[in-house]
């Protein structure tokens, strides 16, 4: 089967750094993005990576290793309304563009 | 504005119920997707649209219908065969790398 994994839950405080990693298992690979989703509100994008490397977009950051199935996304100078839950997701169909999800993982983000 | 539109925000339904939910984008974008998500689970895809008059069936289709008649509008039928319906349901539609995600329905069984 195909399958993304996160950990489910990472807390911070205020300014600090964290990660969010995300490995996955898919029949094929066309890219891995990030999504913010709030509580109670829709998923928004935050940013893609098509191949290896670090993309940076301000705050975040978001790298990708093809050859280990692995990307992390990258939260720096954390502010409170970071606060959210961060989905992976992967397009593994060229043909296609339906993305596969990961589960997600909550950021609670503390004063 | 461009964007994607979904109505109802809140929805209930009776057991035996279809319900029909909305979702419409003046992105004219030709790609069109609908995706089912559970309290604390990632989003799971029920049907998909690349162009009008044509769909194609997710992980989870069964219970659920979808028709494609204008490039505009995608709409999703839950049907009464569909068990478990309670759910946070998103409409989406694909820009550069990414998705933009329609403000979604709650669907709940009553």
């Known amino acids: 089967g195909q399958s993304l994994e996160q950990p489910s839950e990472v807390t911070a405080v205020e300014g600090a750094i964290v990660q969010i990693n995300c490995t996955y298992q898919?029949?094929?690979?066309?890219?891995l993005s990030w999504y913010q989703q709030h509580d109670g509100g829709a998923p928004t994008f935050l940013s893609y990576?098509?191949?290896?490397g670090l993309e940076e977009t301000g705050r975040f950051s978001s790298f990708l290793s093809r050859s280990d199935s692995y990307g992390y996304l990258l939260l720096q100078e954390l502010q409170m309304k970071d606060s959210a839950s961060y989905f992976c997701?992967?397009?593994?169909?060229?043909?296609?563009?339906?993305?596969?999800f990961g589960k997600g993982t909550t950021l609670s983000v503390s004063s | 504005d461009g964007g994607i539109t979904q109505s109802p925000k809140y929805l209930f339904r009776k057991e035996g119920q279809n319900v029909t939910l909305s979702c419409e984008q003046n992105?004219?974008?030709?790609?069109m997707y609908w995706y089912r998500q559970d309290p604390g689970q990632g989003l799971r895809l029920i049907y998909y649209?690349?162009?009008?008059?044509?769909?194609q069936k997710g992980d989870i289709a069964e219970g659920y219908s979808v028709s494609r008649e204008k490039k505009e509008s995608f709409p999703l039928t839950v049907t009464s065969a569909q068990k478990n319906p309670t759910a946070f349901y998103l409409c989406?539609?694909?820009?550069?790398?990414?998705?933009?995600f329609g403000s979604g329905t709650r669907l709940t069984v009553v």
């Open positions: 989406a539609t694909t820009t550069n790398y990414g998705y933009t």
């Open positions: 992105l004219n974008h030709d790609a």
């Open positions: 990576n098509g191949l290896d």
């Open positions: 898919t029949s094929g690979f066309y890219g």
């Open positions: 997701a992967v397009r593994a169909n060229q043909a296609g563009t339906a993305l596969i």
């Open positions: 649209s690349q162009i009008v008059n044509d769909f």
